[in-house]
T-cell receptor, first 114, second 113 residues
Framework: NAGVTQTPKFQVLKTGQSMTLQCAQDMNHNSMYWYRQDPGMGLRLIYY???????DKGEVPNGYNVSRLNKREFSLRLESAAPSQTSVYFCASTKNLLRNQPQHFGDGTRLSIL | AQTVTQSQPEMSVQEAETVTLSCTYD???????LFWYKQPPSRQMILVIRQEAYKQQNATENRFSVNFQKAAKSFSLKISDSQLGDAAMYFC??????????FGTGTSLTVIP
């Protein structure tokens, strides 16, 4: 049981390049999330998908787009990478909309923009 | 939006001793949930404990327990009999009716042998 799988684990981009971060979960969860983690800032929500076919903006959506490809997969795209997007990105999922369900996290993607 | 505040960027504890990590939150909702997550150097986020706001009894999971003070909007984590494997970054988090999670900035815990 892999849980939440993120690819790639590391990536270096040049300013202006585009990139898609992939996330897949095998727990039959309905809700999926993308966060970024920066030193001293904790985790900040970029986008989330409450259920298949829906996506919503989180706290810091600018510069990103998402696609909920199917129930399992939720991708995050940087169309034109900027140095300010250098961060560690985490994908997470929860079983359903009940708020007592904890989030399950992937191992993170360390992204550096030069 | 909700806010979650962890005022201790770093904490240390002697092995086998007890340590308490602080967390305060701000919400206008009456029904919400609170969590503590652990992030070791491997970066994996691991759920430590959760608390339903409507429950007065403090949650406990083995050596981990919380002190939930609803009126004060405080949600501290107590780690008893600290072990070397407890060394990690700890994040406090809360949820709202919009299915979003809000995280604090984290507390880095060092366990001294």
């Amino acid at each position: 049981n892999a849980g939440v799988t993120q690819t790639p684990k590391f990536q270096v981009l040049k300013t202006g390049q585009s990139m898609t971060l992939q996330c897949a979960q095998d727990m039959n969860h309905n809700s999926m999330y993308w966060y970024r983690q920066d030193p001293g800032m904790g985790l900040r929500l970029i986008y989330y998908s409450a259920s298949e076919g829906t996506t919503d903006k989180g706290e810091v959506p600018n510069g990103y787009n998402v696609s909920r490809l199917n129930k399992r997969e939720f991708s995050l795209r940087l169309e034109s990478a900027a140095p300010s997007q250098t961060s560690v990105y985490f994908c997470a999922s929860t079983k359903n909309l009940l708020r007592n369900q904890p989030q399950h996290f992937g191992d993170g993607t360390r992204l550096s923009i030069l | 939006a909700q806010t979650v505040t962890q005022s201790q960027p770093e904490m240390s504890v002697q092995e086998a001793e007890t340590v308490t990590l602080s967390c305060t939150y701000d919400t206008s909702e009456s029904d919400y949930y609170l969590f503590w997550y652990k992030q070791p150097p491997s970066r994996q986020m691991i759920l430590v404990i959760r608390q339903e706001a409507y429950k007065q009894q403090n949650a406990t999971e083995n050596r981990f327990s919380v002190n939930f003070q609803k009126a004060a909007k405080s949600f501290s984590l107590k780690i008893s009999d600290s072990q070397l494997g407890d060394a990690a970054m700890y994040f406090c988090a809360s949820t709202n009716t919009g299915n979003q999670f809000y995280f604090g900035t984290g507390t880095s815990l060092t366990v001294i042998p």
